[in-house]
């Protein structure tokens, strides 16, 4: 008589910006099994193959192998972008200070070619800082991915 015995583990998912956990993401373990995370973003999974993924779409998909896996999983959120914002108004002011970077941008352009801005991000004091820990969180990511595995 035998019977097979699976190992039970139990993950935490995070968004890796905020740290807070991810609800409804698909955790899928080999070839069939396929959990979801709860509201505080853990899950328990049987480990019966060799390689996890986890999905969501809002966040980049990840492939590890079953031997690369942590009790905490840090998932990098999607870009969503916006097209061209179009902004009208009849404000004097803005449109003296646009009239005035235009004047500008032509003048230092290079070789008196077209240049473009974006307004919204002119405003948006917090941009440059977001972009920072962005590139700084797909360099620990670059970093995890390319580390030699060591077995125990």
Avoid at 17 to 23: G, I, N, R
Avoid at 52 to 76: N, R
Avoid at 81 to 110: C, F, T, W
Wanted: some cysteine; overall charge neutral; glycine content about 6%.
């Amino acid at each position: 008589m035998c019977c097979s015995v699976n190992a039970q583990r139990k993950i935490t998912v995070l968004d890796l910006d905020t740290h807070l956990p991810v609800k409804d993401v698909s955790v899928k373990v080999g070839e069939s099994d396929v959990y979801k995370t709860n509201y505080a973003g853990t899950v328990s999974i049987l480990i019966n193959g060799d390689s996890i993924s986890f999905s969501h779409l809002k966040y980049e998909h990840e492939h590890l192998a079953l031997k690369e896996l942590t009790d905490t999983m840090y998932l990098l959120p999607l870009e969503h972008q916006l097209d061209e914002v179009v902004v009208l108004g009849n404000d004097r002011h803005i449109k003296r200070m646009m009239e005035s970077i235009r004047r500008d941008a032509a003048l230092y352009a290079p070789g008196g070619g077209v240049v473009t801005f974006d307004f919204g991000r002119m405003l948006d004091r917090r941009y440059r800082r977001d972009q920072k820990h962005k590139e700084q969180a797909k360099a620990i990511l670059r970093e995890w991915d390319t580390a030699p595995i060591y077995k125990r």
